[in-house]
T-cell receptor, first 113, second 112 residues
Framework: DTEVTQTPKHLVMGMTNKKSLKCEQHMGHRAMYWYKQKAKKPPELMFVYSYEKLSINESVPSRFSPECPNSSLLNLHLHALQPEDSALYLC????????????FGQGTRLTVV | RKEVEQDPGPFNVPEGATVAFNCTYSNSASQSFFWYRQDCRKEPKLLMSVYSSGNEDGRFTAQLNRASQYISLLIRDSKLSDSATYLCVVNVEGNYGQNFVFGPGTRLSVLP
């Protein structure tokens, strides 16, 4: 199983809503990532979890709150987002402490209205 | 200066053409290197890892020059299905974990 599964695939939310994005992998990877991708731009790193601990936070606003409940799951909690936060949110995983590739989920396409 | 830079593109080539993409990276601590392809509105997918000795996978050849901090991808006999954005990705492992840094991507359109 070389799959990273993200839910939901699409999400429309108002600026006062609270929602969560979910990501799951069963490859035994201990590094998991959240990326944000705007149209015609490359993915930009938001957060890295290594062995279930937050290791990198790329100065992301607090309206985005990551959580790693266990080694297979990664969540991104959303609250009071702005329309400019509309983007494709990609989850990825890789073996921690090695130089091997990252596997990406299909992403959640988020629209903030 | 951006951490990873690529040819700006887009590249429009006829079927059967050979096309080369170039990438440079600025962080000498970068440790592993990849080419990903991304189709419109899809996730990035690994095309190939890039090794110092160079590596080939069918019509695709990747090269790495650590001294020049330069990575290349050559596609031979291009197919319509090769049309996508090609992303150069560099992995840096530091004290705070590892980070996959993406270049801006180069869009390829293979024309019939």
């Amino acid at each position: 199983d070389t799959e990273v599964t993200q839910t939901p695939k699409h999400l429309v939310m108002g600026m006062t809503n609270k929602k969560s994005l979910k990501c799951e992998q069963h490859m035994g990877h201990r590094a998991m990532y959240w990326y944000k991708q705007k149209a015609k731009k490359p993915p930009e790193l938001m957060f890295v979890y290594s062995y279930e601990k937050l290791s990198i936070n790329e100065s992301v606003p607090s309206r985005f709150s990551p959580e790693c409940p266990n080694s297979s799951l990664l969540n991104l909690h959303l609250h009071a987002l702005q329309p400019e936060d509309s983007a494709l949110y990609l989850c990825a995983s890789s073996q921690a402490g090695t130089l091997t590739e990252a596997f990406f989920g299909q992403g959640t396409r988020l629209t903030v209205v | 200066r951006k951490e990873v830079e690529q040819d700006p593109g887009p590249f429009n080539v006829p079927e059967g053409a050979t096309v080369a993409f170039n990438c440079t990276y600025s962080n000498s601590a970068s440790q592993s290197f990849f080419w990903y392809r991304q189709d419109c509105r899809k996730e990035p997918k690994l095309l190939m890892s890039v090794y110092s000795s160079g590596n080939e996978d069918g019509r695709f050849t990747a090269q790495l020059n650590r001294a020049s901090q330069y990575i290349s991808l050559l596609i031979r006999d291009s197919k319509l299905s090769d049309s996508a954005t090609y992303l150069c990705v560099v992995n840096v492992e530091g004290n705070y974990g590892q980070n996959f840094v993406f270049g801006p991507g180069t869009r390829l359109s293979v024309l019939p």
